[in-house]
């Protein structure tokens, strides 16, 4: 039963709590395929909570996330591991930037193909040729994702001591060995400069025309979003606020409340 | 044609490197039976490497899983047990006893680590510490399997059922498995399990969203770390040829803790290094010095404070020594250039 055409994502009915704060209270909301759709709230107003909970990391209370997979079937990924949401298509990055110091920046790409290693552990051990030849193609892909970035020429060079701005790069480029249907970005232009910012903002373009694949996205910056995105989900306290294209979402009279404080006269 | 053998040498790296140093540990024989060097030595040096092959599995768990187990003596004392048993009392080949010997505490040690690497990495600790005072337990009351505190005893082996080994051949047997779980464990670190493992202990919020299953691979490296330690085990028994309940004491387990920490967490040479040092220094220079030689616990003062200088100078191992080393020789040699123009 194909209930949600042309859309990757449906968010229905979504709350969680902890203890007695309601995080995420009744929210839903949907991403068309192709999309690229922005979730702003101001501090506290439960954007990650929301990413945890469609990426299993939190088990949301009450609701149900629709998510299109890569075989183009629908299925409800509450219930499921953590593990597990990779494989559907589904990938993300942190707010908090995830990667493993102690490897270098082309292995850490590499880890996100994971799921796509199928050699054995005694292959694994002797390196024999499976291993070999799946290790090279992994790579190959790897450094064809960085050198579209523009980071090839630090793949050998250790993660720890990058740039802020290239750690986020990097971060990027591990979400994309799979070919996600949909990359869930946890704010991807936070403590970046301006050209920093700039720069990533057209390799998001880029991801979404050449690999035609959706992106949802938390941000605080305005600029950024209005920017970028085709539509806008404005969250405050958990609940939603409203859904719109960002000229809507601008002229929202309670998205202003929210963003910045009413006016009492 | 040297030329060729020096090429041949870099791009097999780190092959090459592995199979010349054990090359130059198989020499060791040779210059005892010439007289050069003690024939106490070569017992000192094979302790030494099989430390280093148990030292290895440990390494994997910590330096790479993020891990702690204290059970490593527990888990090789089983070794020891099994593989007399199998190869004394039964009378049964030499292989199938090292297959055995092994594997039997690779499932106790899974079974060990289903229940307590559900929860918290650091259960498993706790868990280990104690099956390894149970073990112990066992090998002091099950007398009728292990003689209890008088100890069991076992033959060098007997490989294929024919080529009997004698003292050295035991050594090289223990120089080839060292080799071997060199070469393994640096395959294994720099496949996609490897990389799994350091992502898992880097951060276990990349590694569930990269799709890895964190106990699994929790599992796993903690399997390979007890079956390392019993494959020890089994190499000790047959080069000591004998075993005893007090061998196998937390001590022990700690020591090889200390051979990581000192040599290099997550380094296959600094492992090597931390167990010629916390295994060798005590027996081949400490012992002779005046004084310091007479003082009963002199190893266990010299590893602490060596632990303690070594956590503030080298955290990451005294391995990484050599890239001062490499500095400060590039710097006197730059200073020459300069002097020079």
Redesign the interface.
Known sequence: MDNMPDKVLKVENLSIAFGGLKAVDNLSFDINEGEIFGLIGPNGAGKTTVFNCI?Q?YKPDNGDIYFRTNTGEVENLVGK???????KGL??T?QNI??????TVV?NV???A??E?K?S?FN????LKK?RQ??NR?RKRAEEILDHMGLSSIKDMLVAGQPYGVLKKIELA?ALMLNPKLIILDEPAAGLNDSETLSLVNIIKEIKTERNCSILLIEHDMKFVNGLCDRICAINFGKLLAIGTPGEIQENEQVQIAYLGKEDY | MNNKLMNFYKSHKPYSQFILFGIILSLLPLLVSLGLVKYSLLTTVASILIYSIVALGLNLLLGYSGLISLGTAGFMGMGTYLTAFITADLGLPFELALIISVAVPMVIGVLTGLVSLRIEGYYLAIATLAISEILRKVFVEFDFITNGFSGKQAQYPKLLGFLQLDRNGTYILIVFFLILVM??MH??VN??????L??M???E??????????YRHRL?SFAIAVSFSALGGVLYMHFVKYTYPNAWILMLSLNILAVIVIGGI?SISGTILGAFIVFGVPDLILKRLPIIGSIDGAAYIFNGLLIILVILFYPNGLINMRFDIQKNFNKLFRRGEDNNG
């Open positions: 990426t990391f591991k953590t593990h597990e949401i990779i494989g990938v993300r942190f995830e990667l493993i110091r102690e490897l292995e590499m880890v996100g994971h799921i290693f050699s552990l694994q051990f002797f390196r291993t799946e290790e992994m591990r | 070469i393994m395959n294994l496949s996609h399990t490897g990389r799994a350091s992502t202990r880097g951060s919020a990349a590694a569930s969203a990269m799709g890895i299953n964190i796993l997550r």
